[in-house]
């Protein structure tokens, strides 16, 4: 089913704030290591112990994406699902910053329309890649972003704070190469 997804403005959605919420019963644990021959990383999926309930906030159209162009989807006026985006001039890549939708609103393939306007942007603005970040412990997003043909494109182990590790939450990038055609 394809929704109408309108382009939010950024002078209404400022500001406006996203919960997040998920469950997960199992992380990708990063195992990181060096030695004289190398790097070596990998991302083996864990079960925890119990199920954890992760929860946090963000907001549309922060100032440090400066020309993020966002898009919602709204079950009369009220917002159930967005995506933002920010073109990346230096690397030439579409960046997903945003991609929200209402707990109840979930697995209706809303997602899957949402990602499919993040390709036909980055298309439509000639980027040779669609990147976005999720931590590790995000299973069922990482499972989702897989469906859609990304794949890991690096990670920051210590970007939330200094013992990312310890909390199965590395920050991982993932990324789809696009061909651009010029």
């Known amino acids: 089913m394809n929704r109408d997804i309108k382009p939010l403005s950024k002078e209404k959605w400022q500001g406006y704030e996203l919960d997040f919420r998920y469950e997960t019963a199992n992380c990708y644990d990063a195992d990181i290591k060096h030695d004289s021959n190398g790097f070596y990383a990998s991302f083996i999926k864990k079960p925890f112990p119990d199920p954890v309930t992760k929860e946090f906030k963000d907001k549309l159209f922060p100032d440090h994406w400066e020309g993020a162009q966002a898009f919602g989807i709204f079950d ?107």
């Open 76 to 182: 009369g006026d009220y917002l159930i699902a967005c995506l933002e985006i920010w073109k990346e001039e230096w690397s030439n890549r579409l960046r997903v910053t945003e991609l929200w939708i209402d707990e109840k609103y979930r697995r209706q393939g809303i997602g899957k329309e949402l990602m499919d306007l993040a390709k036909s942007k980055a298309q439509e603005f000639r980027c040779r890649a669609l990147i976005l970040e999720t931590q590790s412990c995000n299973e069922k997003a990482i499972a989702f972003y897989l469906l859609q043909g990304l794949r890991l494109f690096g990670f920051d182990r210590s970007c939330y704070g200094n013992n990312d590790i310890e909390k199965h939450e590395v920050r991982i990038e993932l990324g789809l190469y696009l061909e651009v055609i010029v």
